[in-house]
């Protein structure tokens, strides 16, 4: 009821809002002649003055009070020639009669019709109590549980996809780094923390991604998900043939109706046309064609066995030939992908005494071997 009693007076104050304008009336025209009578009373006391002070002869005074005169007297005559309107403008009875009867009614029979007047009111906690199938009550439910009971892993668990999938990558991390602290890692949540890192970063594969994909891979060595993030991290370091090796092998080990086949294709498609520059041959540590071919049959394992291969030879490489800039910079990215932030280090240190941390290259090192979260103390300056 109170309801009802509320739409009516907002009603009637829109009514009467839409009305007042139709009902005023014109404002009259007022009239000049009390404005011109006082302009020429003014002129027959400048007159007077003027006689006073000698400035004009009486003829002369006399012949300009006859001309006032004359014009006070044309411009009466015109002022009651002129009809003065007093009717009201702007009264519409259709017009009124639509914003007082119909739109009223138009209002209320929409509303009957496409509304739901016998629905009873549903304050927020008994929403929340019972939310149905809406999404965003059934996740405010959650979080006012966790926010009593924040060590509930299930929870957590619960509600850090949730958070994904709503574009709220910030607090998927969070969940998914409550889960895993309550409940232990696992491959899907380790995975999940690492695409809602990823997320975060805009579309960054960062080390602490990367850590939880590998983690997650030596949990579960089919997880599609990880697979994938680790092959576009790949690319985005410019690693070009280790990345189409990685695709080729998630999409053939993959479903071939798996949703992520397109996408795999797409990246495929791309390495092959070439849009990365393809790695010198010359250049120590990288792929040769036969390597790509043999990574393409291999299963996870293998092909990180392979890769940890290419890596020592890599590292045995650059002992004989340290003048080697670019081959440091891949040695100390390969042993933090592979989780062996020792040997990174290590390699860091050899690295920066052929290219000091003083000079641009070792800066980059230095740069390089920070945002891969190896431990730099003594490497700076």
């Known amino acids: 009821m109170l309801f009802w009693i509320i739409v009516s007076i907002a009603t009637a104050f829109l009514a ?37 002070q000698g400035l004009i002869s009486s003829e002369q005074a006399e012949y300009a009070r006859a001309e006032i005169g004359r014009r006070l007297i044309a411009s009466a005559e015109k002022d009651a020639a002129t009809p003065v309107s007093t009717k ?38 008994a929403r929340l109590k019972n939310p149905g199938k809406d999404v965003g009550l059934l996740l405010a439910q959650a979080e006012n549980h966790l926010i009593q009971h924040p060590d509930d892993g299930a929870g957590w668990d619960l509600v850090a996809p949730i958070y994904l999938r709503n574009q709220r990558p910030d607090d998927a991390s969070e969940a998914y780094r409550n889960a895993i602290r309550l409940l232990g890692p696992s491959a899907a949540r380790l995975s999940g923390l690492g695409e809602s890192v990823v997320a975060s970063n805009r579309g960054m594969i960062t080390s602490e991604a990367k850590d939880s994909f590998t983690r997650a891979l030596a949990l579960d060595k089919n997880d599609a998900r990880s697979e994938f993030y680790l092959a576009v991290a790949l690319e985005q370091e410019g690693r070009s043939m280790e990345a189409l090796a990685a695709f080729q092998s998630l999409a053939k080990t993959s479903a071939p109706d798996a949703p992520w086949q397109e996408i795999v294709a797409q990246h495929i498609a791309q390495l092959q046309k070439g849009s990365t520059p393809a790695p010198n041959p010359d250049a120590p540590g990288n792929p040769s064609a036969a390597d790509v071919a043999a990574a393409q049959d291999m299963n996870a394992g293998d092909r990180q066995q392979m890769i940890a291969g290419m890596v020592a030879g890599l590292d045995e490489k650059l002992k004989s030939n340290p003048n080697n800039f670019e081959g440091w910079m891949r040695l100390v990215r390969s042993y933090a992908m592979l989780q062996q932030k020792d040997k990174a280090a290590d390699a860091l240190k050899r690295a920066l005494a052929t290219f000091p941390a003083s000079g641009a290259q070792g800066q980059q090192l230095v740069g390089l071997a920070q945002s891969l979260g190896i431990d730099t103390a003594g490497a700076k300056p």
């Open 16 to 52: 009467v809002a839409l009305i007042a304008p139709l009902m005023r009336r014109a404002p009259s025209v007022e009239s000049e002649k009390s404005h011109d009578v006082e302009v020429y009373r003014d002129q027959l006391k400048e007159v007077d003055r003027d006689v006073a």
């Open 88 to 125: 009201p403008v702007g009264r519409h009875p259709l017009a009124q009669a639509f914003v007082i009867c119909l739109l009223p009614a138009i209002a209320v029979g929409l509303y009957l019709l496409t509304g739901s007047p016998g629905l009873p009111d549903q304050p927020l906690d």
